[in-house]
C-alpha cells in the first residue's frame, strides 16, 4: 500500500518557539492532504485540508495563524505550530489522498508534539 | 448533524473467541463506510471500507464488517480474536460520500486476553 511519511515522530520544543511537522506522501501524488490533531485517549479531530498549490481549508475553532499549513507539492506537506504553548501538545497526524487513483486515504504515522 | 457513534469504550475478548466493535452513524445521502486501528503512538492503519455493493464487507487482518442501512450500523466483527489484535480502532464515515474529510468516531479499545 501507498506510504505516508511523517518527520519528526516526537518533537520536544520550549513554550514560544515555532514547530514544522512534514508529512510525505513516499509513493504517490497527493492532491489532497488532512491534518488531524488527537488528544489523549480521544478521537482524531480535523484541523485542515490542504491543497496543493492552494490555501488549506481550516475547520471552525482551528486558528489558522496558529497552525500553519503549507502544500507546495504534490507530496509534502507541512505543519508550522507557531508561538507554541503547552497546551499545543497533542499528537498530530496526517493523511493523504491519492491523485487520480481511487481516493483512499493514507495516513502517516503521528508526531508527537511537547510543549514545555 | 453528521456523526459517528462508537458506544463501548473497550471490548474484552477472550482469544479465540468471536469479536465485535460496533458502530453507528447518521448521514444524509449514501455513506462511505471506514473502519482503522491505531496501536500505540501510531498512525491509523486502514482495515476496510464500505462504498456500495455487498453489505458484507471483508478487509485486512481477517476482520470484516457488515453494513446494515435500516439500522445504520457497521459493525467490525472476527471470527477469533487474537491477542495482537488488541488495539484501538475507529469508525469513520466520508461526509456527502465520496473521499472527503472523514470524521471519526470516539474509537473503542479492544482487548484481547489469553
Known amino acids: 500500500g501507498a506510504v505516508v511519511s511523517q518527520h519528526p515522530s516526537r518533537v520536544i520544543c520550549k513554550s514560544g518557539t515555532s514547530v514544522k511537522i512534514e508529512c510525505r506522501s513516499l509513493d504517490f501524488q497527493a492532491t489532497t492532504m488532512f491534518w488531524y490533531r488527537q488528544f489523549p485517549k480521544q478521537s482524531l479531530m480535523l484541523m485542515a485540508t490542504s491543497n496543493e498549490g492552494s490555501k488549506a481549508t481550516y475547520e471552525q475553532g482551528v486558528e489558522k495563524d496558529k497552525f500553519l499549513i503549507n502544500h507546495a507539492s504534490l507530496t509534502l506537506s507541512t505543519l508550522t505550530v507557531t508561538s507554541a504553548h503547552p497546551e499545543d501538545s497533542s499528537f498530530y497526524i496526517c493523511s493523504a489522498r491519492e491523485a487520480g487513483g481511487a481516493g483512499e486515504l493514507f495516513f502517516g504515522e503521528g508526531s508527537r508534539l511537547t510543549v514545555l | 448533524a453528521q456523526s459517528v457513534a462508537q458506544p463501548e469504550d473497550q471490548v474484552n475478548v477472550a482469544e479465540g473467541n468471536p469479536l465485535t466493535v460496533k458502530c453507528t452513524y447518521s448521514?444524509?445521502?449514501?455513506?462511505?463506510l471506514f473502519w482503522y486501528v491505531q496501536y500505540p503512538n501510531r498512525g491509523l492503519q486502514f482495515l476496510l471500507k464500505?462504498?456500495?455493493?455487498?453489505?458484507l464487507v471483508k478487509g485486512s487482518y481477517g476482520f470484516e464488517a457488515e453494513f446494515n442501512k435500516s439500522q445504520t450500523s457497521f459493525h467490525l466483527k472476527k471470527p477469533s480474536a487474537l491477542v495482537s489484535d488488541s488495539a484501538l480502532y475507529f469508525c469513520a464515515v466520508s461526509l456527502s460520500g465520496g473521499y472527503n474529510k472523514l470524521i471519526f468516531g470516539a474509537g473503542t479499545r479492544l482487548a484481547v486476553h489469553p
Open positions: 448521514v444524509s445521502g449514501n455513506p462511505y
Open positions: 464500505y462504498i456500495t455493493g455487498d453489505n
